[in-house]
Every structure is written in C-alpha cells, then in structure tokens.
C-alpha cells in the first residue's frame, strides 16, 4: 500500500496516526523539493519509526513516480509531504500513477500554508483569487506572469496570496527582499499600474511556527528593514478591504510591533 503524509508548518507537526503507520512501514521517501525540510524533523521522524528516510527528487516523484512507487503493490511504502500532501497539484501525480498502477493509497492530511496564511492574516478566505508564485530568475529565465494572476485579483476586488520560490540546492525558500525585488521589476514589465514601493502588503513569516511573525505595511518600509532575515515567507496582496478587514490589519502594521 502506498501512504501519503503530510508533514505540516513545524516540526513535529505529523499526526500521531500517521506515525504509527510510518512504523510498520517497509521504505518511507521524503518530498526534499516542494518545501525545506528541517534536518531536525527528519532526525525526529526516522528515531521514532527507527527507519532511515529515502531522498526523493522531482525526478522520482513526477518523471519516474511509476518506477518509484512499484513496489507498493505488495510493500508498504510511504511519501512524506511538506504541509499538506495534496495542496501541491504535482502530488496529483504520484495518486494518478498508483490508480493506473492498481495500488491502493491512502492521505494523511496535515496543516498547508494556504490556510494557515490566510486565517493569521484575518482577512476573508472567500475574498481570496488565484494563488500564485514568485519563481526565482535567472539569466535566461524571467517570468512575470504572477504580476498578471494579481493584476486579475485586484481587477475583482480579491486578494491574492503569493507564494515564494524554494531553491532546492541550498534547501532555502526565497528571501524577501528578493520577492520584492522581483514584484518590482514584473511591476517595471508589464506596466500594470499595480504595485509601487507605496503598496501596502501583508508578510508571514514562518507561519505556524513559534517565530511566527506577521506584519502589514509599505513595500518601501519593508525594503529597508530585516524583520524577515532568515525567515521562510509568503506575501499577501490584498484587493478591496472590507470595514473588518480593515481593522484587522491595524494588528499588524509596523508601528504597533
């Protein structure tokens, strides 16, 4: 059988349920590129299933994922998830390949960032539009269709959760400044009249974790200060606020922390 398992926001945040299962488990992989994964909670997994955790690509969760899970038709093989396992579409992928390949699965959900962020931001998750990301640039490589997914939002009044990029050679999620940075210059390309180092933009930092930290204000003010250094982030446009939305952010403008 094959067993998805989310891992959640922090450490120790996998379901005891899940665990036990993970116990009686012939090979567990871990998913090392949708998220970092802090080396504490794979020594933490594998002292108390007493098994050594497997590194798993993209190559083998989404080219190879057939030749990956094969043995789970008659092993029991489990696939640990940062945040929840089936937030991420390119998880879609390992439950497809083991529905053509006749294997039985099953999910051990876990908390995702998606509703994490948005419930720390008070803002209404009914308000919210496309979700989209920041992907890191490179010389060759400089995509700025996420301007376009918030362009859309803010033209229907939602607000739009920005995702950052993760770099899987140092294990390290995009750091703010650069995030800004890249809104800036997809801001400077498209010309969208959108986003200016005025806007005012919620941050969360590690969010369901003990340094969690949340602030609303000015793209500028953020530019200028290292309230997020070393901090794994996600960004919130908002569109329309609403009177309570409002008020909501006054929790978290700089001048009240």
Known sequence: MLFLVGLGLENKDISARALEVLQTCDSILIDT??????????????????RKLITADRHMLEENVKETIKDAK????????PGDPLVATTHHIILDSAKSLKIAYHV?????????????????????GRITTIPFWSEKYKPVSFIDV?????????????LVDVNPKTNSTMDLKTALDLLLKAENERKHKIITEST???????????????????IESLLKNDYFNGKKISIIIPGKLTFAE??????FRISNT
């Open 246 to 251: 409002d008020e909501a952010t006054r929790l």
């Open 108 to 128: 051990y959900h876990s908390s995702s960032i998606f509703s994490a962020a948005i419930g720390e931001s008070r803002l209404d998750i009914y308000k919210f």
């Open 150 to 162: 918030i362009k859309i939002n803010l033209d229907n009044d939602e607000h739009t959760l920005l």
């Open 200 to 218: 005012e933009i919620f941050v969360l930092g590690d969010i369901g974790m003990k340094t969690q930290l949340i602030l609303f204000s000015d």
């Open 74 to 81: 008659t092993k029991d093989i489990a696939i640990l998830i």
């Open 33 to 50: 590129y949708t998220a970092p994964i802090f080396p504490e909670y794979i020594s933490y997994i594998e002292e108390k299933t007493k």
